[in-house]
């Protein structure tokens, strides 16, 4: 948070709570105060306070502050490369859920995979971990979680934390949510956020495995399967596209052992009934 003596993490910058709606049952609101280290020079901000409390994890090498769009959230100690910044928490709803969900509603939702999306634990609600924005030069991306967000590189103090959108989004008519003009500023904008945007070549070079990693799994199978269109295969792509198959292989190597363990109980419990079946029969 950004104010020259200490940030007040409750109140009123999100809805209230509904009673005995939170993941944790009934609480009462608590106020948390962070300080801030006189890190901001613009101590006549506004404060930014929150009427719930926070489920999320944030690095405490962070702090937010106000833009001129809202809201964003900067480092206020070196984060070295691959360390977390985020752990997002929330309810997970397949997209038809989120389909049906007032587009005012969409602010604060990740896709995590194919069909699946987290969201906030009730409507209105919105807490820190929510306010880190897009950019099309982000310095954070996934690690080998949907819902954490890690340093790409070395991030200095002052920078703020972004990450691409595209690095998580896959669903292309998701009305409000997957086609909007970008004004991150970097020289490299592309100038509009769509959902298909994964699906850029050039964007599997710069990010290779920080991708989510069941966008990595899906970039992998495309490629592998060749129905990918309007890209060509070069050399750089290939290499990134190999980077990414790689990271996503522990995780298919333990969804193939889980697999063949749920076959072989199934051929035992076969095996099972078969022999029950024949001891019967032999008693009779």
């Not at 099309?136 to 967000?149: Q, R, Y």
């Not at 200095?156 to 991150?184: H, R, V």
């Not at 363990?261 to 099972?272: F, L, M, Y």
Request: charged share 25%; aromatic share 10%.
């Amino acid at each position: 948070m950004s104010f020259s003596s200490s940030t007040v993490l409750s109140s009123e910058e999100s809805s209230s709570e509904p009673p005995g709606n939170s993941p944790s049952g009934s609480q009462k609101t608590e106020e948390v105060v962070v300080p801030n280290d006189n890190l901001d020079a613009e101590a006549d901000q506004e404060p930014i306070t929150f009427s719930s409390p926070a489920f999320s994890y944030v690095t405490p090498k962070v702090y937010l502050r106000r833009l001129p769009f809202g809201i964003g959230m900067f480092a206020k100690e070196q984060i070295k490369k691959d360390e977390v910044v985020i752990g997002w928490a929330g309810r997970v709803v397949h997209v038809n859920d989120v389909l049906a969900m007032p587009e005012d509603e969409r602010t604060y939702i990740l896709q995590i995979d194919e069909e699946l999306f987290q969201v906030p634990f009730w409507p209105g609600y919105n807490e820190p971990a929510d306010f880190t924005n897009h950019s099309c030069d982000p310095n954070c991306g996934f690690g080998n979680s949907p819902v954490s967000l890690v340093a790409m590189r070395d991030i200095q103090i002052g920078e703020q934390m972004t990450f691409d959108y595209a690095m998580s989004e896959c669903i292309e008519d998701l009305p409000g949510n997957c086609d909007w003009d970008c004004l991150c500023g970097a020289s490299c904008c592309r100038g509009k956020f769509r959902g298909a945007d994964w699906r850029l070549p050039e964007l599997w070079v710069k990010y290779k495995n920080y991708f989510s990693p069941y966008l990595r799994r899906k970039i992998a199978n495309l490629v592998a399967s060749k129905q990918g269109e309007g890209f060509g295969l070069n050399p750089e792509v290939v290499k990134a596209v190999k980077v990414m198959y790689e990271s996503i292989q522990p995780m298919a190597a333990l969804e193939g052992m889980f697999k063949r363990s749920e076959a072989e109980d199934a051929e035992r419990q076969q095996a099972a009934a078969a022999a029950a079946q024949a001891s019967v029969a032999a008693a009779n």
